[in-house]
């Protein structure tokens, strides 16, 4: 299959997407207008100032500029609006399955309920469901910079909740200022509870910091785990026991985990047969999409259609989708990728091949 024949089937691949901050697909012309209404110190003029206060050289950077922009979220309809073009943006992609996380504790500390953001969140998938075939999880996210009293506090009032849209629970911020240590108690209450749990390691840290979100948090998940390639009993521990890491190219490089595309390690991953998926981590930020990642992964790793078929399977397989969805959109995803397959007069694996959960190419 030729690169543009590539293109074609990446763009009709039923897609899945794991890995995504809510506040971190604000467009650039919302995020204008929001900090235009604020009246904040920096008040940018167009789309491009925007894009530029997103240039950073490091993740302590990169915080403060996050923090600056998505500080403007400041009411209910602003979250309203920014879910909504986050699903668009999704389904321009057809990506039809999204766990995206949103970092509650920010907007309870606003004064609203968590009650109130979680419902307003949730009518407005419902809303956009109603038009658009895509299925959305919603994974509460815990900030370290937070700590860990606000941390167990917020678990407690989600399991109180029981909301049927919150799947699950996330840990997120800088891994060399809050180890997951800090953040045990939390988790063991995640963990003895229906939601499933997952954690940003191994991206400011190495290895070490994957192995504790493993055996101290017990992570169902890890996001990012990029650095989890410096340590080859980790790795191999990763394939073993089929743990899942969310990897995001883009972000990587930009946040300089690794020097360049081509050093990234997920080829080497996908290769050794770590359960790896393609995500965008924050998509406006880094200005990337799910189309763009797996482009990015075909033509830096040398991937054929065979590789982003498991690759798309992985990302059902790796979600907190329950198995009746997660039926559902591999029966989407079997039937797409034939079509496609027929329609470039490829042949690339057999029926067979495309059924087996288990091979890993």
């Not at 830096?300 to 997660?326: C, H, M, P, Q, V």
Request: glycine fraction near 4%; aromatic fraction near 8%; proline fraction near 3%.
């Amino acid at each position: 299959m030729d690169q543009e024949s590539l293109i074609k089937f990446i763009k009709k691949l039923p897609k899945v997407e794991l890995h995504l901050h809510l506040e971190g697909a604000i467009r650039p012309k919302t995020a204008m207008a929001m900090m235009r209404r604020n009246r904040r110190s920096f008040m940018p003029e167009s789309e491009q100032d925007v894009k530029t206060y997103y240039r950073f050289n490091n993740l302590s950077e990169f915080v403060l500029a996050m923090r600056s922009v998505t500080d403007n979220i400041t009411t209910l309809e602003d979250l309203r609006q920014i879910t909504n073009e986050l699903l668009a943006n999704l389904t321009e992609q057809n990506v039809r399955y999204v766990e995206f996380d949103c970092a509650l504790q920010k907007y309870i500390n606003l004064g609203f309920s968590l009650k109130d953001v979680v419902d307003t969140i949730y009518d407005t998938v419902l809303a956009y469901q109603g038009e658009h075939d895509i299925k959305v999880g919603l994974v509460a996210n815990l900030l370290r910079a937070h700590g860990p009293g606000l941390a167990i506090e917020l678990v407690e009032k989600i399991l109180a909740m029981d909301h049927p849209f919150v799947v699950g629970v996330g840990l997120s911020g800088d891994e060399t200022k809050y180890p997951q240590k800090l953040f045990v108690k939390p988790f063991k209450l995640v963990n003895s509870s229906r939601l499933h749990s997952t954690v940003h390691a191994g991206e400011a840290k190495g290895a070490d910091s994957v192995w504790s979100a493993l055996f101290d948090l017990g992570a169902e998940r890890i996001d990012h785990g990029t650095r989890s390639i410096e340590d080859p009993r980790l790795v191999d521990y990763l394939v073993k026991h089929r743990i899942p890491l969310t990897q995001c190219i883009t972000s990587n490089v930009r946040l300089r985990v690794v020097d360049g595309r081509q050093a990234h390690p997920f080829g080497e991953f996908y290769k050794r047969g770590v359960k790896v998926t393609l995500n965008t981590d924050d998509p406006q930020v880094f200005e990337t999409s799910l189309n763009n990642e797996y482009i990015i992964a075909a033509q830096k790793f040398s991937l054929d259609a065979s590789d982003l078929y498991t690759i798309a399977r992985n990302g059902i397989d790796a979600s907190f989708a329950d198995d009746e969805t997660k039926s559902l959109l591999t029966t989407t995803l079997d039937s797409q990728v034939k079509t496609s397959l027929e329609e470039s007069g490829s042949v690339i694996f057999s029926d067979a091949q495309i059924n087996d959960p288990t091979v890993q190419r």
